[in-house]
Every structure is written in structure tokens, then in C-alpha cells.
């Protein structure tokens, strides 16, 4: 049988035990977890996870999105999507920030890398108190695929240029293949 995929996401608010929760309605639908992620933001629980099946499956937890936010309390989105893909062309690379926080970080980054048809594959973001100070924090990481057609040099250059006016700092480290 051919295998179908689905996105599940879901808010709510947190408690104790809702990992499992989600998990378990994977089981219950005879779908499988192929990739999620999962965290506390604010007093939320937020989770968007990657689900497969066969096509009754897939149907099956389409079909059971309002049961199932009654049910946990959460609201819950659920749609069909398409096989993943083999990661974009080019080459993978980690860019890491670290600073205080201050509004515009995320969007600054993000808008260099579209302006270049540079894909984020993977952004996550982290504030938290510096030790010592408690000076609120900015940690940004993104998994970045470089196309051939950029030229490092200036692409590293640009980002000093962001870096400067930001006031990051700014890591960019090529993922070695294993």
C-alpha cells in the first residue's frame, strides 16, 4: 500500500503528560511519528509533527481533528501533505546568533537568507537570562541550505554587516556529510 502523509499541529494549554498524549493518538490511528517538534511556550504546549500511514490511516486522523480537540482540550489542525524531500540543493550549514535580546533579530536574518533563495530547513529560537547579569538573551539556530550560485565570501560578508548594526553574534559552520 502506498504510504500517505499528514501535519498534525496543536496548541494547548500545558500539563503534564500531553507528549504522551499526542504520541498515543499516532498509535490509536495506526500512523507513524516520522519527525515533530514539541515545546512550552508560555503556559502553551505547541507541537507540529510530521505523521505517515496508509491512506486510511491519514483519513482516519483528518476525519477525527474536532474529536480529538474536545477530547484533550487542545485545538488541533491536521491536513495531507506530501512525501518529505531529500534535502534542497546546495550545501547544509548551522548560523547561530547569540545577543541581547531587541525586536527585528529573526527578521533581519531571515530576510537576507530570502533575498539569496537561501532555505531554512530548521529555526529555532531561545531567550533566557545571562548568567551573572540575568540580561535577557537572543539565541537563534537555523539549518540553512546554501545554493552554489551564493558567493561565501559575500554572503559572510553580509552577515558581518548584520551582525555590526544587530549588535550579534553571528556563527555560520558548514555540516559536515557522515
Known sequence: MKEEYAVLSTVGPDRKGMA???????????CNIEDSKMAVLGGEFAVIMLLS???????????????????????????????PQPLSQGIPYILETVSMDTPGIVHAITRYLRELSINIEDL????????????PMFHMKAYIVIPSS???ADFREKLADIEHKKNLDIHLKALKSE
Do not use: Q, W, Y
Open 150 to 152: 551564493v558567493n561565501l
Open 20 to 30: 504522551d498524549d499526542i504520541a498515543n493518538i499516532a498509535i490509536e490511528c495506526n
Open 53 to 83: 500511514g496508509d491512506e486510511n490511516s491519514i483519513k482516519d486522523i483528518i476525519s477525527r481533528a474536532d474529536e480529538l480537540g474536545n477530547r484533550f482540550h487542545m485545538t488541533f489542525n491536521i491536513k495531507k501533505t506530501s512525501a
Open 124 to 135: 529555532e529560537t531561545e531567550k533566557s537570562a545571562a548568567p551573572l547579569s540575568g540580561t
